[in-house]
């Protein structure tokens, strides 16, 4: 019974480091909203390797955290509203409280929700 424990809780720790290894995000740049409330840190996904034809930087995908001004994170985006590189376009709009990053893509600034 030991064996089968000692086995379990070593595979738990291969498989998360083998899920850090191979899921990072590279930071990409930040974007400050105009009256400096809040800011957009961009990640782009860093592959584990790179082959020909993999399609450039543009076809990566970006994961954007928000941070109010004392530096709190208010959301993030998730693998169901990531975006591309290429169709990232970041708009504030705090009258109605959002960051609008893509076609049909924003963050709820108030409860920190990434809405379709």
């Known amino acids: 019974m030991k064996k089968l424990i000692y086995f379990l809780i070593a ?6 480091m083998g899920y850090k290894l ?3 995000k590279e930071f990409l740049r930040s974007d400050v909203s105009p009256h400096g409330l809040f800011r957009a840190d961009l990640y782009i996904e860093k592959p584990f390797f790179a082959l020909p034809g993999g399609g450039g930087i543009t076809s ?3 994961y954007i955290e928000v941070f109010d001004k004392n530096d709190n994170l208010i959301g993030e985006t998730n693998n169901k509203c990531s975006v591309f590189l290429s169709d990232v376009e970041i708009r504030w709009d705090l009258k109605r409280n959002v960051l609008r990053f893509a076609p049909a893509r924003k963050i709820n600034l108030i409860n920190g929700r990434c809405d379709l």
């Not at 595979?11 to 998360?16: A, G, I, N």
């Open 60 to 62: 990566k995908k970006i």
């Open 11 to 16: 595979l738990s720790v291969l498989v998360f």
């Open 22 to 24: 191979f899921n990072q």
